[in-house]
């Protein structure tokens, strides 16, 4: 009910601004992407039936409909639907600005949380060289969007800005697992965060962020009933269990991007640490070096994820086998290289070609397992 | 009789690529604008990181649509960026939620119009095309 009203009022917006005949525009994004891994188990969430090719796992399509209605205000909306959603249609974020100074910009409504370098544009194919984002870093942030408010301050130094910004809200979202056999349901009723910005608009972007969410979350997940009850060889149970309960997770990464000459690097580290009913460290880091070619740019990239410390659950009844499935044991760690090459078709439309070799020492059916993936993609912007 | 047709449409066709490259393109405002911006500055207005003139007005920023040779020249002059990467830095602001692309216009025509018409307003065009109803605050060689 509360999405419908927001919908509504966002709709009345616009609509108020078509008839004050502001300036408003339309604008949209999408990703048409197939990958094909080697394994019959999900390696970084590309499905495991098969293993045949899925279109599920990257392809997505997004729209953008803003509206500048004073010298001072703005409103602006989007909406994706992707193929692997639980919901048909996520609206990403819809608010309204106000430019209080040339320094200063408020926001109030649904934003992208800007927990990770990357984390805004993490649909938006176009603006980065990988078929998607370095699953290793990107997986460790429960994050999506926020309904708060952010406060933006921005300062002019030569050549170079410098960007603060702050954040608080709340968050809570619906996901299922690539196959349906599992649906989260998470609540961050406490988020707040913020981070600093350093960018010369042209060949340099550093970012350092940092968040902190108080989380619940539980999920109703599809097991084959021998895990619980060993006399039941065949069939499926649903079995509820928590994820998270009011746990603490701070949200820590420190990126950059550096696009000079021919050559492209992209780098960052990040750390989540969750305190609580059980304490759970995991660092992860990626690079990518990228050279330009005219339109065509081959690239390399490496990333990777380790568990420092995990002390598990204290209490691992049956009820949370299907936690036991989605959390790192203690001293895991997964990494990927990758290798592949992206061709401007225009402006407008980009073609990748990837190649993903993953390798986990992990033995209790966790994230991924060892694999080679191949995908493909064409990002566009209208 | 043919030799020198084509002689002379060989050569009008030079004079008329020679003035279409000698004609640079200007950045220009209302005639009673009265700030002084620096190209620093005008690239950062043109970027969508700054809108307001210091101790001055909020700018409304106005664009040629994207394939106009003048739009690419200007962008790749001012804000040292090609069409792609243009295309890729709005991409980047819009879908982040971050800013709007400026308003765009039809044609230089309709764009020397609307800044001779708005107080605020600032556009380019092609220094060929300026005339009493405008001022040029940069011109780009």
């Known amino acids: 009910m509360k999405k419908q009203i927001v919908a509504l009022a966002m709709l009345l917006m616009l609509s108020s601004a078509s008839v004050l005949a502001v300036d408003v525009q339309l604008h949209g994004f999408g990703t048409a992407g197939v990958a094909k891994s080697d394994s019959k188990f999900s390696v970084n969430d590309i499905g495991n039936e098969g293993p045949r090719p899925t279109f599920a796992r990257d392809s997505r399509f997004g729209l953008n409909v803003s509206a500048k209605l004073s010298d001072r205000w703005d409103i602006s909306s989007q909406f994706i639907t992707k193929a692997n959603s639980f919901e048909p249609i996520t609206a990403q974020f819809f608010f309204i600005r106000l430019h209080a100074s040339s320094q200063f910009n408020i926001r109030a409504g649904r934003m992208i949380a800007p927990t990770w370098l990357l984390s805004e544009q993490i649909e938006v194919g176009l603006t980065y060289p990988w078929v998607r984002l370095p699953y290793e870093v990107y997986i460790l942030n429960p994050l999506r969007f926020f309904d708060g408010l952010s406060v933006a301050w921005t300062q002019q130094m030569g050549d170079w800005s410098l960007g603060i910004e702050v954040m608080g809200g709340s968050s809570t979202y619906k996901d299922k697992s690539f196959d349906d056999s599992k649906i989260s349901y998470v609540n961050m009723p406490e988020t707040f965060g913020g981070n600093v910005t350093l960018s010369d608009d042209k060949h340099v972007l550093l970012r350092a962020s940092y968040v902190n969410a108080l989380i619940n979350g539980t999920a109703n997940a599809l097991v084959a009933a021998s895990t619980i009850y060993p006399s039941m060889p065949i069939g499926s149970i649903t079995v509820p269990s928590t994820l998270f309960n009011s746990e603490r997770g701070q949200l820590i990464s420190i990126g950059g991007k550096f696009d000079i000459g021919n050559f492209l690097v992209m780098t960052e580290a990040a750390r989540r640490i969750i305190t609580g009913n059980y304490l759970a460290v995991a660092n992860s880091a990626y690079l990518t070096v990228g050279y330009h070619v005219g339109e065509l740019m081959p690239f390399a990239s490496g990333s990777w994820l380790g568990n420092l410390l995990g002390t598990g659950w204290p209490d691992p009844d049956p009820a949370t086998i299907a936690t036991a499935t989605t959390s790192l044991s203690p001293l895991d760690n997964q990494y990927t290289l990758s290798g592949g090459v992206n061709y401007r078709v225009s402006p407008s439309v980009v073609w990748k070609l990837q190649y993903d070799y993953v390798r986990t020492n992990n033995t209790n059916a966790v994230m991924s397992k060892n694999a080679q993936v191949v995908s493909t993609s064409l990002d566009f912007v209208f | ?141």
């Open chain 2, 1 to 141: 009789m043919k030799i020198i047709l084509f002689a002379l449409l060989v050569f009008e066709t030079q004079i008329i690529n020679i003035n279409a490259a000698q004609s640079d393109v200007v950045v220009i405002v209302n005639k009673n604008f009265n700030y002084e911006v620096n190209s620093s500055f005008l690239s950062k207005i043109f970027l969508g990181r700054e809108k307001e003139i210091p101790q001055g007005p909020i700018v409304q920023l106005l664009d040629l649509s994207e394939g106009d040779h003048i739009r690419d020249e200007l962008y790749e002059k001012l804000v040292d960026k090609n069409p792609s990467e243009m295309k890729s830095h709005w991409s980047y602001l819009m879908f982040t939620g971050k800013g709007l692309p400026p308003k765009v216009v039809s044609s230089e025509d309709e764009m020397k119009r609307m800044v001779a018409e708005s107080q605020n307003a600032i556009g380019y065009i092609s220094s060929s095309k300026v005339d009493s109803s405008v001022k040029v605050l940069l011109q780009l060689k």
